[in-house]
């Protein structure tokens, strides 16, 4: 950086600080007209400490020195230069070359000359500065300008309208500490009405945890493409973010898969905060445990299952609440949000009384006026609504209202060759006295004896100390068939359309029709990974089919 | 309890060869429904008829079975034709497209008369 001024007396040098090694050019000229010279003093260069070490007048060209920067002065044709020192730093020369008259410079000369450099020196620091800072600001500016847009394109990223389901309230909350985020939630909606909810939490905050934000978000929107259960999701998101992320960066991310139908909600969690289910009865924590998005690849993600019950809710939370401190240094911490969650008023959360509303008013409360945002805050509720009165619609009410499950029916096999049909013939005899169709009554055979199957061949090996435990429940409107495995192995692949033509022309083992099979069979096929007490997974797959009312008619003939 | 029992039977029939075949169609039954099917080609016939009548359970590696058969019909220039599929199966073999491939018959008299000319 260089300044510049000029002076009508004769030549004038300005120097800031010597900071390049090297110097400027300066053409060679009469030195009877007023100009600035620019060049930088080298640090090492002995001219240097002696202008700051003789404060006055300084004869150029009797010096005695082996200095570029004298060079430089009496090729410019110096004669006289006298050093501006401010704060004990050099920021510029007030240079004279030869006078018109070509006499020596009067003793009135050099006392101006010397008051002129007082007085010079400090207006030229502040001139200095206030162009530095005029130069920062624009910076800033600009910084603040491109923080803008990024904070909208960030504000796109995220759902642009909140999930309407008949019986529940979806709300959400995002507060960045900072112009973007390292927080972020989704919903996604599923082809079979159940309904995706992602939240995640980037490590740190700022525009580093903001690009890792949208990246992930991506990835996870890819992989609730193909697959359906929320351990899936994540573990298929973990192998995608593994390889890319930088170095000590993670995401912690709960994936919630939910049926807004029966209320049944599957959970798995990467390393985030636990959600709280709000009872009328108190807080239950939802344990399913995973390690954080992008540490390891090769990851699987425990599930956990539960039923939210008309009136109750379900919280999810960042950091940032739970960590939020008060003028004493104390955090909020977990206990005070227990505390802080009451079960939901007489007839739901109403108008601007929300559960979100509610916490925000105890965060505040909690950490005082002018309190700097420390973290990203997000919130994300799903609020199941009492079912709406018997007189209101009957029919809405009855599929509005908490499914329950009876359990028919249950038995252990163990795994060998040709028990699929053994497990075939049970399910019917415990289906018997529901007198299905036998249309559906084949199907369902089908389905149990294939995922039978698939159970003690994939999941088991066909070890003979691994059963496959087979559960048969009954809703008013649904019947379900769980399988599951114990082998723990590898996770249950998607069904895909076997390709016919490939398989006769060899192109594809003329294999693969389990899964495919089953899918077609019955109305609705789920796979869940779960944990077993002693280490180790299991896969269960479920196989549904709507008893009454909308009926799919599953398989296309 | 009755299982891992296949049997596949050659019968002629009006100059066609006919399997008729027993039971359960899964990976048990490998062995015999290839033999049999070797014996139909070796018979010479274009058209081979294959009888599900008694057949009360295919899964799906019997599935796989039938597709390498079909797959050997066409190498061998041979006609696979279907008769007497239960609708289950009739359905199965729909979704699966194994119908697009095979022509199925509701009873062995409508599947002789289609293939005589």
Same mark, same amino acid.
């Given at each position: 950086?260089?300044?510049?001024?000029?002076?009508?007396?004769?030549?004038? =040098?300005?120097?800031?600080?010597?900071?390049?090694?090297?110097?400027?050019?300066?053409?060679?000229?009469?030195?009877?007209?007023?100009?600035?010279?620019?060049?930088?003093?080298?640090?090492?260069?002995?001219?240097?400490?002696?202008?700051?070490?003789?404060?006055?007048?300084?004869?150029?060209?009797?010096?005695?020195?082996?200095?570029?920067?004298?060079?430089?002065?009496?090729?410019?044709?110096?004669?006289?230069?006298?050093?501006?020192? $401010?704060?004990?730093?050099?920021?510029?020369?007030?240079?004279?070359?030869?006078? +018109?008259?070509?006499?020596?410079? @009067?003793?009135?000369?050099?006392?101006?000359?010397? =008051?002129?450099?007082?007085?010079?020196?400090?207006?030229?620091?502040?001139?200095?500065?206030?162009?530095?800072?005029?130069?920062?600001?624009?910076?800033?500016?600009?910084?603040?300008?491109?923080? +803008?847009?990024?904070?909208?394109?960030?504000?796109?990223?995220?759902?642009?309208? *909140?999930?309407?389901?008949?019986?529940?309230?979806?709300?959400?909350?995002?507060?960045?500490?900072?112009?973007? $985020?390292?927080?972020?939630?989704?919903?996604?909606?599923?082809?079979?009405?159940?309904?995706?909810?992602?939240?995640?939490?980037?490590?740190?905050?700022?525009?580093?945890?903001?690009?890792?934000?949208?990246?992930?978000? @991506?990835?996870?929107?890819?992989?609730?493409?193909?697959?359906?259960?929320?351990?899936?999701?994540?573990?298929?998101?973990?192998?995608?973010?593994?390889?890319?992320?930088?170095?000590?960066?993670?995401? =912690?991310?709960?994936?919630?898969?939910?049926?807004?139908?029966?209320?049944?909600?599957?959970?798995?969690?990467?390393?985030?905060?636990?959600?709280?289910?709000?009872?009328?009865?108190?807080?239950?924590?939802?344990?399913?445990?995973?390690?954080?998005?992008?540490?390891?690849?090769?990851?699987?993600?425990?599930?956990?299952?539960?039923?939210?019950?008309?009136?109750?809710?379900?919280?999810?939370?960042?950091?940032?609440?739970?960590?939020?401190?008060?003028?004493?240094? &104390?955090?909020?911490?977990?206990?005070?949000?227990?505390?802080?969650?009451?079960?939901?008023?007489? #007839?739901?959360?109403?108008?601007?009384?929300?559960?979100?509303?509610?916490? *925000?008013?105890?965060?505040?409360?909690?950490?005082?006026?002018?309190?700097?945002?420390?973290?990203?805050?997000?919130?994300?509720? *799903?609020? +199941?609504?009492?079912?709406?009165?018997?007189?209101?619609?009957?029919?809405?009410? $009855?599929?509005?209202?908490?499914?329950?499950?009876?359990?028919?029916?249950?038995?252990?096999?163990?795994? &060998?060759?040709?028990?699929?049909?053994?497990?075939?013939?049970?399910?019917?005899?415990?289906?018997?006295?529901?007198?299905?169709?036998?249309?559906?009554?084949?199907?369902?055979?089908?389905?149990?004896?294939?995922? =039978?199957?698939?159970?003690?061949?994939?999941?088991?090996?066909?070890?003979?100390?691994?059963?496959?435990?087979?559960?048969?429940?009954?809703?008013?409107?649904?019947?379900?068939?769980?399988?599951?495995?114990?082998?723990?192995?590898?996770?249950?692949? &998607?069904?895909?359309?076997?390709?016919?033509?490939?398989?006769?022309?060899?192109?594809?083992?003329?294999?693969?029709?389990?899964?495919?099979?089953?899918?077609?069979?019955?109305?609705?096929?789920?796979?869940?990974? #779960?944990?077993?007490?002693?280490?180790?997974?299991?896969?269960?797959?479920?196989?549904? *089919?709507?008893?009454?009312?909308?009926?799919?008619?599953?398989?296309?003939? | 309890?009755?299982?891992?029992?296949?049997?596949?039977?050659?019968?002629?029939?009006?100059?066609?060869?006919?399997?008729?075949?027993? !039971?359960?169609?899964?990976?048990?039954? /490998?062995?015999?429904?290839?033999?049999?099917?070797?014996?139909?080609? %070796?018979? !010479?016939?274009?058209?081979?008829?294959?009888?599900?009548?008694?057949?009360?359970?295919?899964?799906?590696? !019997?599935?796989?079975?039938?597709?390498?058969?079909?797959?050997? /019909?066409?190498?061998?220039?041979?006609?696979?034709?279907?008769?007497?599929?239960?609708?289950?199966?009739? %359905?199965?073999?729909?979704?699966?497209?194994? !119908?697009?491939?095979?022509?199925?018959?509701?009873? %062995?008299?409508?599947?002789? /008369?289609?293939? /005589?000319?």
């Amino acid at each position: 950086m260089f300044s510049r001024f000029r002076k009508s007396w004769q030549a004038l =040098t300005a120097s800031e600080e010597p900071a390049k090694p090297e110097t400027a050019p300066s053409s060679p000229s009469p030195a009877l007209q007023a100009k600035t010279l620019e060049f930088d003093i080298a640090p090492n260069d002995p001219l240097l400490a002696y202008f700051l070490s003789a404060p006055g007048l300084v004869e150029i060209d009797q010096l005695v020195m082996d200095s570029p920067a004298l060079r430089t002065l009496n090729q410019a044709g110096v004669k006289i230069s006298v050093p501006l020192v $401010s704060q004990g730093e050099l920021i510029g020369l007030l240079n004279l070359g030869g006078r +018109r008259s070509e006499q020596e410079y @009067s003793a009135d000369d050099r006392r101006l000359l010397q =008051t002129l450099a007082t007085q010079a020196a400090p207006a030229l620091r502040v001139a200095q500065l206030a162009r530095q800072q005029q130069a920062e600001a624009r910076d800033r500016e600009r910084l603040e300008q491109e923080l +803008r847009v990024a904070r909208i394109i960030q504000e796109t990223l995220l759902p642009k309208e *909140l999930p309407n389901m008949p019986g529940w309230k979806v709300a959400a909350y995002w507060q960045p500490a900072m112009a973007v $985020s390292g927080d972020f939630y989704d919903f996604i909606n599923f082809p079979d009405g159940k309904l995706g909810v992602i939240a995640g939490d980037v490590t740190d905050k700022g525009v580093p945890a903001a690009l890792v934000m949208a990246t992930t978000r @991506s990835v996870l929107r890819a992989a609730a493409e193909r697959f359906s259960s929320p351990g899936h999701i994540l573990s298929h998101a973990n192998d995608q973010i593994c390889p890319d992320i930088p170095a000590n960066m993670f995401i =912690t991310c709960l994936c919630i898969v939910l049926d807004p139908r029966s209320g049944i909600l599957r959970l798995a969690n990467a390393g985030h905060n636990l959600p709280c289910q709000c009872t009328p009865g108190g807080v239950n924590e939802l344990r399913a445990t995973g390690m954080p998005l992008g540490l390891l690849p090769g990851m699987t993600y425990d599930e956990v299952e539960m039923t939210l019950q008309p009136g109750e809710s379900l919280l999810i939370y960042s950091d940032g609440l739970v960590e939020a401190h008060n003028p004493q240094r &104390e955090m909020f911490g977990f206990p005070r949000l227990r505390q802080s969650l009451p079960c939901a008023p007489q #007839g739901g959360w109403q108008g601007n009384n929300t559960l979100i509303g509610l916490l *925000l008013d105890q965060l505040s409360e909690f950490t005082g006026p002018g309190w700097e945002q420390e973290d990203d805050v997000t919130f994300v509720t *799903l609020e +199941r609504l009492e079912a709406p009165t018997s007189s209101e619609s009957p029919a809405e009410a $009855s599929t509005a209202s908490f499914e329950t499950w009876q359990v028919l029916g249950e038995f252990v096999l163990p795994s &060998e060759p040709g028990n699929e049909i053994t497990a075939m013939n049970m399910v019917t005899e415990i289906v018997r006295d529901l007198t299905l169709e036998s249309v559906r009554l084949e199907r369902l055979k089908t389905a149990v004896a294939e995922a =039978t199957m698939n159970a003690m061949e994939h999941g088991n090996q066909y070890r003979d100390d691994l059963p496959v435990e087979i559960q048969v429940l009954l809703s008013p409107t649904r019947l379900a068939v769980r399988i599951t495995d114990h082998g723990g192995g590898n996770p249950i692949p &998607e069904p895909e359309s076997p390709d016919l033509e490939a398989k006769l022309s060899g192109l594809q083992s003329p294999r693969g029709w389990g899964l495919f099979l089953i899918k077609n069979m019955v109305d609705e096929m789920n796979i869940h990974l #779960g944990d077993i007490e002693h280490g180790g997974t299991h896969h269960t797959v479920e196989l549904i *089919l709507n008893l009454k009312g909308n009926d799919h008619g599953s398989a296309p003939v | 309890m009755a299982r891992h029992q296949f049997e596949a039977k050659i019968r002629h029939e009006s100059g066609k060869v006919i399997i008729d075949l027993y !039971g359960e169609i899964n990976a048990f039954a /490998a062995e015999d429904l290839n033999e049999a099917y070797d014996q139909a080609e %070796e018979s !010479g016939s274009t058209d081979i008829l294959l009888n599900f009548t008694s057949v009360d359970y295919i899964n799906s590696t !019997g599935i796989a079975l039938i597709v390498n058969m079909l797959a050997r /019909a066409r190498k061998a220039k041979r006609h696979l034709i279907l008769c007497c599929l239960s609708d289950h199966y009739l %359905e199965i073999f729909q979704i699966t497209r194994l !119908g697009d491939y095979m022509d199925i018959y509701p009873d %062995e008299q409508t599947a002789l /008369a289609a293939v /005589a000319h």
